[in-house]
């Protein structure tokens, strides 16, 4: 994979390159960029899509010691990332960590025209649902982390309510969710990292973003899956509302990772909102 050293320390990165419009997508905890790798299949068509390994625990290159890896310190590292390579007019595009929402909310906006949000921490729903809190107590915890981990060695145990069980209702094929495991299971540095972004992360930071997102008067597209239940189903009528120029599109039949349980409407739908705006 392509890398780009910034402030925080090296991301890898993919990239389809073209000339088309790029479009930057973000995924969540010890959720790889693979998430995307059906949306991606088809936007790329006539779209750059760029997808950077956040550090949030799929991540294999450990962040520096002294990096900002809170949520707002992630967001800011986004906006570096747009600035490092160079890219304009973007469409940020969200799932799990709420993550675009800082970005749009805090000033680090510059260089994004647009933005997609699919279920996501959001408001007062920090940390989300039983895996959020469960992953939040457990760094609170010496080797908490460490321990909680443990059970996703075991394949059949990844799909527990405490695990993966509320993040899909269809099973991510293991072969995607054990590159998505392995930096955390093989590194106590990439454990570190995630030890270091739950700690630092504040309950009411989205809650502030979502005050903010009224300064966000670009093109904006909510999609949320009723059927929910770790990103709870109303906030993302409440993210809509919360965006001058919000549209809501409700995605049936899927749980948070929308890219994985329902990829080619979640394709068509990002597709029809550019197309449009």
């Not at 995630?194 to 809650?207: H, N, P, Q, S």
């Not at 909510?222 to 009528?237: I, K, L, T």
């Not at 990772?257 to 394709?267: H, I």
Request: hydrophobic share 45%; proline share 8%; charged share 20%.
């Amino acid at each position: 994979m392509p890398q780009v050293t910034l402030s925080a320390g090296t991301l890898e990165y993919s990239d389809t390159g073209g000339d088309g419009p790029a479009l930057v997508f973000l995924s969540g905890l010890f959720v790889g960029g693979s998430l995307w790798r059906h949306v991606v299949a088809d936007l790329r068509r006539d779209h750059r899509c760029v997808v950077p390994e956040m550090p949030l625990g799929a991540h294999r290159i450990a962040m520096n010691p002294a990096a900002d890896l809170s949520a707002r310190g992630l967001a800011a590292l986004v906006e570096e990332f747009l600035q490092a390579l160079d890219l304009q007019a973007v469409t940020l595009i969200g799932c799990d960590w709420g993550g675009a929402q800082l970005v749009a909310a805090h000033g680090h906006a510059g260089r994004v025209a647009r933005l997609v949000l699919l279920p996501q921490e959001a408001f007062e729903n920090y940390p989300p649902g039983l895996p959020g809190r469960m992953a939040a107590a457990a760094a609170r915890v010496p080797a908490g982390v460490t321990l909680a981990l443990q059970t996703l060695r075991v394949r059949s145990l990844r799909r527990a309510p405490i695990n993966f069980g509320l993040m899909s209702k269809r099973p991510v094929p293991d072969e995607v969710m054990d590159t998505w495991l392995a930096p955390a299971l093989g590194s106590a540095a990439i454990r570190r990292d995630v030890v270091r972004f739950l700690r630092a992360t504040r309950r009411g930071e989205y809650v502030e973003a979502a005050r903010a997102l009224s300064t966000f008067d670009r093109p904006a597209l909510v999609m949320w899956a009723p059927e929910c239940r770790m990103m709870r189903p109303g906030f993302g009528a409440r993210l809509t509302e919360a965006l001058p120029q919000g549209r809501l599109v409700h995605v049936p039949d899927s749980f948070t990772l929308v890219p994985e349980d329902q990829p080619v409407l979640c394709a068509t739908e990002i597709r029809a909102f550019l197309a449009t705006s």
